[in-house]
T-cell receptor, first 113, second 115 residues
Framework: DQQVKQNSPSLSVQEGRISILNCDYTNSMFDYFLWYKKYPAEGPTFLISISSIKDKNEDGRFTVFLNKSAKHLSLHIVPSQPGDSAVYFCAASPTFGNEKLTFGTGTRLTIIP | NAGVTQTPKFQVLKTGQSMTLQCAQDMNHNSMYWYRQDPGMGLRLIYYSASEGTTDKGEVPNGYNVSRLNKREFSLRLESAAPSQTSVYFC?????WGQGWGEQYFGPGTRLTVT
């Protein structure tokens, strides 16, 4: 039972345009959400997070949006750069203080120069 | 500051053999984790340790044991390897409460093949 779903295994975007990666979850107990980025042969690295008390969080070119009623979050990258080509995982955690993360299956983003 | 280190990087085992994957972190983090990543499955938590001396099962603990040797080191043992344990294994650590809650720092991974 996949509690965190990334339904698009891959996405290609032109350099300079907006990349939008989506994530859906089923567990209403999830309260904190994170995005990780992974390059080949490396471990994932933390990108950005959002708490359920917010609906938006920005960090430079990266913005995460959370729609709790729809159990949906998205990551926007603007503008997209070639170095953004990687696999992106969303992850979720239940109530604050619980460090067990449930990861989605990942979306491979390719930025076309 | 090396972050999270894992040894070995690659390993091939025969069915039934045993081995231990080593992980160490130098960030003074309390919590450490072991994940496996399989194609189409994302990362799944095997075991985690919230502090030195404690361990807890994750989503897929069967066939594995762990030891939190001290605050820095967290090892994962396969007692009798099976082909289903062919995977990439990642160790991670985090600070827990406080700055960067939830942000886990990952090692580079160990690619394990069981034949």
């Amino acid at each position: 039972d996949q509690q965190v779903k990334q339904n698009s295994p891959s996405l290609s975007v032109q350099e300079g345009r907006i990349s939008i990666l989506n994530c859906d979850y089923t567990n209403s107990m999830f309260d904190y959400f994170l995005w990780y980025k992974k390059y080949p042969a490396e471990g994932p690295t933390f990108l950005i997070s959002i708490s359920s008390i917010k609906d938006k969080n920005e960090d430079g070119r990266f913005t995460v949006f959370l729609n709790k009623s729809a159990k949906h979050l998205s990551l926007h990258i603007v503008p997209s750069q070639p170095g953004d080509s990687a696999v992106y995982f969303c992850a979720a955690s239940p109530t604050f203080g619980n460090e067990k993360l449930t990861f989605g299956t990942g979306t491979r983003l390719t930025i076309i120069p | 500051n090396a972050g999270v280190t894992q040894t070995p990087k690659f390993q091939v085992l025969k069915t039934g053999q045993s081995m231990t994957l080593q992980c160490a972190q130098d960030m003074n983090h309390n919590s450490m984790y072991w994940y496996r990543q399989d194609p189409g499955m994302g990362l799944r938590l095997i075991y985690y340790s919230a502090s030195e001396g404690t361990t807890d099962k994750g989503e897929v603990p069967n066939g594995y044991n762990v030891s939190r040797l001290n605050k820095r080191e967290f090892s994962l043992r396969l007692e009798s390897a099976a082909p289903s344990q062919t995977s990439v294994y990642f160790c991670a650590s985090s600070d827990g409460w406080g700055q960067g809650w939830g942000e886990q720092y990952f090692g580079p991974g160990t690619r394990l093949t069981v034949t």
